[in-house]
C-alpha cells in the first residue's frame, strides 16, 4: 500500500532537518561549518578552535582557546568504573565496540542525566570530548592486554592524543597532520551516525545514548569503518602491479572498493581527500618511502578510468594513519573521536528545536481479508 510515491531509498536527497551547525555545497566545492569552510579551516586552524565553532558558533580568542584546551585537559582520565568494565570485555571484539560500552558506562556517572538543557548539554559535550583519546586508546590497549595509558596534560590535545597511541613524543610534523585529520573528521553534516544520533536525540533520550547509536553506525564499512578496510586492501599486495591487479579483480567481482564514492559528493573528489593527500605526499617526501602514495594514486586512476569514482576521505586518512605509527584497530575509533564534537553540536541542536523523528513505509507485505 503506498501513501505516497515519494520512497527515497537509503533517503537520497531528502532533508531531515534545519541546521545551523554544516553544509556541504558541492556546486561551489566547500563544506560550510557555522559559516567557514572547514578546508580553509584546516590550512590555518586547529583541531580545538573547531570544536570551539562548533559547541560555541563562534571561533574562539586566543584566551578562549586556552581555556578550552584547559577545560577538556582536566577530563582526560577515565573514571575506574569504565577501565574496570574495559577490562571484563572479550579481547575478540572491534575497540568501536568497546568504547560504545564506555560511553554506556559514562553515562552512569553523570548525576544530571535527565537535564536536556543547552548549558548542561554542552558540559557534557566538553566532558566527553576530554575524555574521547583516553577511552579510545586505552580501549584498544585493554582489548590486547596492556595497562592503561595515562594521558599527559601538559602536551596539547592533539600532541598528546597521538603520545598516548604510540608512546612517543610526536614530532611537530607528525602533530599538525594529526591534528589537521581530527579537523576533517569533526563534522559532515547529516552522515548516517549523526542522522542515527539525531534520530535518538529526538525521543528525548540522551546525549550518551545518541553516541552510542552514532558509534554504532559510524563502524560499518560503508561509513566510517572505510578507512581500516583502505588499510587492509594496500596491504593486500606489495607491488603497485599487484595492488591494482586486486582492485581490477574486486570489481570484476563487483566488490565495492573502499575508500571511494560518497553520497553527497558522488562523481567528484571529497575535498578533504585532497588535503589529506598532500599530507600523505608530505611524509612520503622525509621518510623517503612513496609506496603507499603510489599504491593509492594507482588505484585512483583505475576507479576514475572504470568507475568514475573518486576518493573520499577515509582513502587517503588511512595510508597517512599508518605513517604516523596509529594501529589500524585504532583507525575507524580516532574518527569517532574527532567527530564526538559535530555529533554533539547536532544533539543540542535536536534538542532545542526538537520533533520526533517518524517516518512512514510503502507496505509490500501480505494483506488478508
Ligand atoms: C568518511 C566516510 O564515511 S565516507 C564513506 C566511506 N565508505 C566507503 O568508502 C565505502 C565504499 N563506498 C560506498 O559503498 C558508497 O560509495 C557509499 C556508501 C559511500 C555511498 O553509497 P550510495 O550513495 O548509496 O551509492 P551506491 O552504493 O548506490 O553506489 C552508486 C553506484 O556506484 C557504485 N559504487 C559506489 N561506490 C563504489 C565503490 N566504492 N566501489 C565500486 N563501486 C561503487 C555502486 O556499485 C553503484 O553502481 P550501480 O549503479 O551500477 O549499482
Ligand atoms: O558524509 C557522509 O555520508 C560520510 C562522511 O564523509 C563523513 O561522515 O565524514
Redesign the pocket.
Known amino acids: 500500500m503506498k501513501i505516497k510515491e515519494t520512497f527515497a531509498p537509503g533517503l537520497d536527497g531528502v532533508i531531515a532537518a534545519e541546521t545551523e551547525i554544516s553544509f556541504l555545497d558541492v556546486e561551489k566545492e566547500k563544506i560550510i561549518i557555522q559559516g567557514y569552510d572547514l578546508i580553509e579551516l584546516s590550512k590555518n586552524k586547529d583541531y580545538l578552535e573547531v570544536v570551539h565553532l562548533l559547541l560555541e558558533g563562534v571561533l574562539p580568542n586566543a584566551s578562549e582557546k586556552a581555556a578550552l584546551k584547559e577545560r577538556l585537559a582536566v577530563n582526560y582520565e577515565l573514571p575506574t568504573n569504565v577501565l574496570k568494565v574495559l577490562d571484563l570485555l572479550s579481547p575478540e571484539i572491534h575497540p568501536m565496540d568497546a568504547m560504545r560500552t564506555g560511553i554506556s558506562v559514562l553515562a552512569g556517572h553523570d548525576d544530571s542525566i535527565d537535564d536536556r538543557s543547552l548549558e548542561v548539554n554542552k558540559k557534557r559535550a566538553y566532558q566527553l570530548l576530554g575524555l574521547m583519546p583516553t577511552l579510545t586508546v586505552n580501549s584498544y590497549r585493554i582489548l590486547n592486554g596492556k595497562e592503561p595509558v595515562a594521558p599527559l596534560k601538559d602536551l596539547s590535545y592533539s600532541e598528546n592524543f597521538l603520545y598516548m597511541i604510540t608512546g612517543q613524543k610526536p614530532t611537530e610534523l607528525e602533530t599538525r597532520v594529526f591534528d589537521q585529520l581530527l579537523l576533517l ?1 569533526s563534522e ?2 547529516m ?3 549523526t542522522f542515527t544520533a539525531r534520530v535518538i536525540a529526538s525521543t528525548n533520550s540522551d546525549l550518551y545514548g545518541a553516541l552510542t547509536g552514532a558509534i554504532s553506525s559510524l563502524k560499518g564499512n560503508l ?2 569503518g572505510a578507512n581500516e578496510a583502505v588499510m587492509y586492501m594496500l596491504q593486500e599486495a606489495d607491488t603497485i602491479d599487484g595492488f591494482e591487479a586486486i582492485i581490477h579483480e574486486k570489481l570484476r567481482q563487483k566488490e565495492k572498493i573502499m575508500g571511494f564514492g ?3 559528493y558522488m562523481k567528484k573528489m ?1 575535498p578533504r581527500a585532497v588535503i589529506v593527500k598532500e599530507a600523505l605526499k608530505e611524509l612520503s617526501s622525509i621518510d623517503g618511502d612513496n609506496s603507499l602514495l603510489e599504491k593509492c594514486e594507482a588505484g585512483e586512476r583505475i576507479m576514475a578510468e572504470e568507475k568514475g569514482l573518486y576518493p ?2 577515509d582513502y587517503y586518512a588511512a595510508p597517512v594513519y599508518f605513517k604516523l605509527g596509529i594501529p589500524i584497530p585504532l583507525y575507524t575509533p580516532i574518527f569517532f573521536s574527532a ?1 564526538t564534537a559535530g555529533i554533539a553540536a547536532h544533539v543540542m541542536e535536536q534538542h532545542e528545536n526538537n520533533r520526533i523523528f517518524r517516518p512512514r513505509v510503502n507496505y509490500i507485505g501480505k494483506q488478508y481479508e
Open positions: 573528521y559532515h553534516e552522515p548516517n551516525s561509513h566510517g560518497h553520497r553527497v571529497d573520499n576521505l567527530r
